[in-house]
Each structure stands twice: as structure tokens, then as C-alpha cells.
């Protein structure tokens, strides 16, 4: 089993930068471990942000995201992390990180993550 736990929410003016956390422990994440970020909007379907791969850094993005958010990891921590640069209220919702082991490839299909955090809010005002 593998424990996700977000932190860094908050209430945030449009324009300005906001970092989430997502500590992970428990099992030791597989070196080809897929770590990803979604969030849920009120009255909406959950939604993917980006993944990271976990061994190679490589990354993948929403489109509606790419270029203001940033993806990163500190192996070390065993701590996966969200850079929000420039938000908007559009980004305001429950922020997730969720984790799929042993697996190299990049997705942003919720359904292949098993493992995932309870979400820290994120309000974006005007």
C-alpha cells in the first residue's frame, strides 16, 4: 500500500503562485513508479493535470495547463510536488495526487492510478 497526503492548498489571487505537496510513504515507490495530479471542480468529473514519471522525469500535461504548471519530484523526500504559476479561477477545485507503481508509461487516465490522496481545496479569485 502506498499513503498519499496533499498539502498546500489555499486561497490564492488569480496571477499569483502556489505550490502543492504530496508526501508519499508506505511502500517504496517502484523507480518506474507514474506519479500524477487531478482535480475536481464542483459539479465536475475529475480531471487529470499532469503525471511525472518518476525515474526519468519526464512529464505530461492538460493542455489547459501547459506553460503555467510545473511538475517535479524529490526522489529523496519520496515527496511529489505541483508549481501553479499564473492561476485562474478556471484551476480553482480539489487538487489529488495519485500514484501507479510499476509502470513506465506516462497517462492521464484516472482509472490506471490506484492509490490516492484526499485532496487539499484550491480557490482561485478574481
Known amino acids: 500500500q502506498v499513503q498519499l497526503v496533499e498539502s498546500g492548498g489555499g486561497l490564492v489571487q488569480a496571477g499569483d503562485s502556489l505550490r502543492l505537496s504530496c508526501a508519499a510513504s508506505g511502500r517504496t515507490l517502484s523507480p518506474y513508479a507514474i506519479m500524477g495530479w487531478f482535480r475536481q471542480a464542483p459539479g465536475k468529473e475529475r480531471e487529470f493535470v499532469g503525471a511525472i514519471n518518476w525515474n526519468t522525469g519526464a512529464t505530461l500535461y492538460q493542455d489547459s495547463v501547459m506553460g503555467r504548471f510545473t511538475i517535479s519530484r524529490n526522489n529523496g523526500k519520496n515527496t511529489l510536488y505541483l508549481q501553479t504559476n499564473n492561476p485562474e479561477p478556471e484551476d480553482t477545485g480539489v487538487y489529488y495526487c495519485?500514484?501507479?507503481?510499476?509502470?513506465?508509461?506516462?497517462?492521464?487516465?484516472?482509472?490506471?492510478?490506484?492509490?490516492w490522496g484526499q485532496g487539499t481545496q484550491v480557490t482561485v479569485s478574481s
Open positions: 495519485a500514484a501507479k507503481p510499476s509502470s513506465s508509461w506516462l497517462t492521464g487516465d484516472r482509472y490506471q492510478y490506484p492509490y
